[in-house]
Nanobody
Framework: VQLQASGGGLVQAGGSLRLSCAASGRTFAINGMAWFRQAPGKQSELVAEIFNGGIINYLDSVKDRFTISRDNAKSTMYLQMTNLKPEDTALYYC????????????WGQGTQVTVSS
């Protein structure tokens, strides 16, 4: 499985961005997909994840602002981010979890999101 993230950029506080993560290869093996982020000097954190069957989880600080979705026909995952805050500034990267794997086992490159105050 290969993952390609895109959609990052510079936005003012209160603005919106939509990230995309396109999967290729053995996409039929994917169960869950997720967005992680890592800010400078901080640990990586799980932002949102979505599984086949409809289970969705969010980081508490992004609930009601971010929406994760998947278009399985296009093998693409999205993260719609609204009301962005400076503390959302980070490198965002996507991951995939294949059936039978205990954790996320495929990772894409990051896309930078910078929110100015």
């Amino acid at each position: 499985v290969q993952l390609q993230a895109s959609g990052g950029g510079l936005v003012q506080a209160g603005g919106s961005l939509r990230l995309s993560c396109a999967a290729s290869g053995r996409t039929f093996a994917i169960n869950g997909m997720a967005w992680f982020r890592q800010a400078p000097g901080k640990q990586s954190e799980l932002v949102a994840e979505i599984f086949n069957g409809g289970i969705i989880n969010y980081l508490d600080s992004v609930k009601d602002r971010f929406t994760i979705s998947r278009d399985n026909a296009k093998s693409t995952m999205y993260l719609q981010m609204t009301n962005l805050k400076p503390e959302d500034t980070a490198l965002y990267y996507c991951a995939a979890d294949t059936y039978g794997s205990p954790d996320y086992d495929y990772w894409g490159q990051g896309t930078q999101v910078t929110v100015s105050s």
